[in-house]
């Protein structure tokens, strides 16, 4: 029994030394039943519990010898809602309570190095125990205090011999998260309890809170991309085209924009970032394809958006870019004879005279490509006649015949690189619509006279002159 009682009391001794750390709380609750988060473990420091009366003797240290190169305040606050591990200054090594014995679990040795991490300085707060901290500062006079919650004050309770201080956190509505340490609790836990209900939480007798600075909410990292929308390529010409497209970021804003483009001759051997120049929400480029070695075909063209917090976001668009090809043509007119060439979508004919088309004639400037041009018309009393290319003329010469209809389609091992529209001025009708690539434009089986006509060429994919859906009209 001696032997027992001796094992026993040996044991009581050691954990009045210290030797053997208490283990923390996995789980409280607050008064109102909110869980309290603590750790299942401490840290294996020395220390004791800090009774009424005692006080942690300043070492003496001057202010400079609190200061760290890596310790800084900042206007925006950082919640400490984890426990601070044993290479923290703060709460261990330079903190004044830590260093007499009183270190964690304390409740003032954790709101001591608390407020010394918040502030990057030693905090000018009590050294006694935690029922002394609000009267230290009255009378002190180094910090404003009041009634009201705030970010990284120190709130303050004296409901027992020992009292009690903790540090808020975080403000969410009314409610206020605060961390903690407790002799009798755990090493760290953080409590969430109604703003106003101080009184009946932790030992009660709610004093205050002692407000160490004013500190702005964390800002959330932004980690939303930018948007981008009507990403689109514009302005085609013989000489480049334009990239265009809306960009917007609600968050942090839009830093930069950037266009990468390349062609798909010899792999990204011409890449080039173009960075864009924004205009409100409107980032656009003009690319000259004598940047990119003057190649035709298709240029790729990704669209890379960024915002100031360095989140982004992408698009593709492509763009088979060609050579302008010339297409001209000439018509031979009632009364008139052969008129001059038009080009590219002139009106070639008469309107409003009632004169008819007998003939027509087309050709290109294929750019040095493997293009060619055929079309065939369909001529009163004959029907459709055979097609022709390239100058030849279609139709009749001194007969007094009308064409009543035309159809054209481009040849050669390029033709897929671009397509040909044309409309025609019916007699009784007036312009049909736009046909495309061999279709049919015009009358047929009504009798009536073609009285002029439009030609264009264009790349392969462009929008049409106009509207396609009337293009041709036919009696049979």
Not at 226 to 235: G, K, L, S
Request: aromatic share 12%; proline share 4%; charged share 20%.
């Amino acid at each position: 029994m001696k032997f027992v009682r001796s094992i026993f009391l040996c044991i009581v001794f050691a954990l009045s030394l210290g030797i053997f750390p208490s283990a923390a709380l996995a789980e409280e609750t607050t008064v109102e039943g909110a869980a309290i988060t603590g750790l299942d473990a401490q840290p294996l420091v020395e220390t004791r519990e800090m009774l009424p009366g005692d006080v942690a003797p300043d070492p003496g240290w001057p202010d400079e010898a609190y200061l760290d190169g890596s310790m800084s305040t900042s206007a925006v606050f950082s919640p400490r809602l984890t426990a601070p591990t044993t290479d923290n200054d703060y709460f261990f090594s330079k903190n004044i309570f830590y260093l007499a014995g009183y270190g964690m679990p304390n409740c003032t040795a954790y709101a001591w190095g608390r407020a010394y991490e918040i502030l990057g300085s030693k905090p000018k707060l009590s050294n006694g125990n935690a029922n002394q901290f609000w009267g230290y500062n009255q009378n002190s006079g180094a910090y404003p205090h009041g009634t009201t919650p705030k970010l990284g004050a120190i709130l303050c309770w004296d409901g027992n011999s020992y009292g009690h201080v903790a540090v808020v956190e975080k403000i969410e509505g009314n409610k206020v998260t605060v961390s903690e340490s407790s002799w009798s609790g755990s090493f760290f836990y953080t409590n969430t309890f109604t703003a106003g209900s101080e009184d009946s939480v932790s030992v009660g007798g709610f004093q205050g809170y002692i407000y160490i600075d004013d500190f702005d909410p964390a800002v959330p990292p932004d980690t939303t991309p930018p948007t981008i929308t009507n990403a689109r390529i514009t302005d085609v010409s013989d000489d480049g085209f334009t990239i265009t497209c809306d960009v917007t970021d609600t968050d942090s804003g839009i830093d930069s924009v950037y266009f990468p483009t390349w062609t798909d001759a010899n792999g990204q051997d011409d890449i080039i970032w173009h960075r864009a120049s924004i205009s409100g929400n409107t980032a656009s480029f003009r690319v000259l394809y004598s940047q990119h070695n003057n190649e035709f075909g298709t240029y790729s063209v990704h669209v890379y958006a960024y915002d100031k917090a360095g989140n982004s976001s992408a698009t593709a668009l492509s763009l088979s870019a060609q050579k302008s090809i010339t297409c001209s043509y000439q018509t031979h007119i009632q009364d008139v004879g052969w008129q001059d060439w038009k080009t590219n979508g002139q009106i070639s004919g008469t309107s409003g005279e009632s004169k008819r088309l007998e003939a027509i004639g087309i050709r290109l400037d294929n750019m040095g490509y493997d293009l060619g041009i055929e079309y065939r018309t369909h001529i009163q009393n004959i029907g459709w006649q055979d097609w022709k290319r390239n100058c030849e003329v279609s139709g009749t010469s001194n007969q007094g015949l009308r064409l009543e209809a035309i159809e054209v389609r481009l040849t050669g091992a390029d033709a897929y690189r671009y397509d040909v529209y044309y409309r025609v001025h019916a007699e009784n009708v007036g312009w049909l619509d736009w046909a495309k690539n061999g279709g049919s434009s015009g009358t047929e089986g009504f009798g009536y006279r073609l009285e002029a006509i439009e030609v264009i060429v264009v790349p392969t994919g462009s929008p049409a002159p106009g509207a396609t859906i009337r293009a041709f009209q036919s009696n049979h």
